[in-house]
């Protein structure tokens, strides 16, 4: 058998290294992404549930954390009824109204200026000036809701002030001042229709550009998925309102958001009668369009929120003729009272009317 020369001896040596140094390093250049989960209780009153798939846990955690540090910012800021110590936020600027100009920072201005745009761009389906109105009805519904005996339904008459008040109310906002003012007394703002949607689309674009992505956030119904679920596409689906499953199946990667209304969730009863809490401006009562939910499938997390609202607020007609003014492609699957369905977009390829 012929001897290797120490030069071959050398190489093929190295050769080994090579090799073996080859096998050490391939198994963490392949890891699969595991998946890692948490629930974050209390910002916006409700929970938020996040999916991330990531390669160490330690990435998952650093995502969790800032996520949770940003969504509880957005709480305090758009907070209607407590004030926080060293933050001006909505609380202020409402107790403010017909006052003087309140500072705020530079996120809540631009929420507001988005408060504005989803008025113009529903026809006044979405108004966050409405807050006077709503506020009556809130008060109602917790007193039902605590004590069912003496449950009552607002009047004509406090209704009738109430929306005076809104009508003539302005919004003022000085973007080089940095403040926002309400011109009538007895004013106020409110933007539950939007502002979880917004601030979630805000967090995960935020997240997104710092390197995030395959994750997935549903923050009290406002649902915003990113990239892929470990490669493959995000299933989403609709919850059935008479009932624990879920309907209107729709596979997708990349940013998406899904938003749903209904009026299962956040209601009292009087006297039989069930009243929730999405108002349509035009009757200062809870819309009654026959709709259990209204479910909108769009790429921005805001928009799903204040459109689900807007179609809620609105019949099928209307609400597809409203459809038809938006650049961005938007699906959407509304489900009346008595469980029929219509589907609008994605939904319409999976079933509907």
Same mark, same amino acid.
């Given at each position: ?22 096998s ?34 330690s @990435? ?15 709480d ?22 017909? !006052? ?12 507001? @200026? ?33 004590d069912? +005996? ?5 009047? @004509? ?6 929306? +005076? ?23 106020? !703002? ?17 997240? +997104? ?17 990113s ?22 199946? !729709? ?21 039989g ?10 009757t ?21 929120d !204040? ?9 099928? +007609?209307?609400?597809?003729?409203l ?15 008595s ?9 319409a ?5």
């Open positions: 058998m012929r001897r290797l020369s120490g030069t071959r001896r050398a190489g093929v040596c190295l050769a080994l290294v090579f090799v073996l140094l080859l050490l390093f391939l198994p963490a250049c392949s890891v699969a992404p595991k998946r890692y989960s948490t629930v974050i209780d209390g910002p916006f009153d409700t929970a938020t549930q996040l999916v991330i798939y990531a390669k160490k846990k @990435d998952a955690d650093a995502f969790f954390s800032l996520f949770r540090e940003r969504l509880e910012s957005w305090k800021l758009a907070d209607i009824y407590y004030e926080y110590d060293g933050i001006n936020n909505l609380r202020t600027l409402n107790l403010a109204a017909g !006052v003087a100009p309140v500072e705020l920072d530079a996120l809540l201005l631009d929420l507001l @200026d988005y408060g504005r745009l989803a008025k113009e761009t529903t026809n006044g389906r979405v108004d966050l000036l409405l807050g006077p109105v709503l506020s009556i009805w809130h008060a109602a519904r917790t007193a039902g809701i605590d069912p +005996e003496t449950a009552r339904v607002p009047t @004509d008459e406090e209704l009738s002030r109430a929306a +005076e008040i809104a009508k003539r109310s302005t919004l003022v906002i000085d973007r080089d001042a940095g403040t926002a003012y309400l011109s009538e007394p007895g004013s106020s !703002v409110d933007v539950g229709a939007f502002a979880k949607g917004y601030a979630t689309e805000r967090i995960c674009s935020e997240l +997104e550009g710092l390197g995030y992505t395959d994750f997935a956030a549903n923050v009290g119904g406002n649902l915003r998925v990239g892929t679920a470990a490669g493959e596409k995000w299933v989403l689906s609709v919850r059935d309102p008479a009932g624990a499953g879920t309907i209107g199946e !729709v596979e997708a990667d990349g940013a998406l958001s899904l938003a749903t209304s209904g009026s299962y969730q956040r209601y009292y009863v009087v006297n009668v069930r009243y929730h809490h999405i108002l349509d401006p035009d200062n009562a809870p819309a009654a369009f026959g709709w259990a939910s209204v479910s909108v499938l769009t790429g921005d997390a805001g928009v799903a !204040v459109l689900s609202t807007a179609l809620f607020c609105l019949d099928y +007609e209307a609400g597809v003729l459809l038809s003014t938006l650049a961005s492609p938007v699906s959407v699957l509304w489900i009346t009272e469980g029929e369905q219509y589907a609008f977009g994605a939904f390829e999976g079933g509907g009317r």
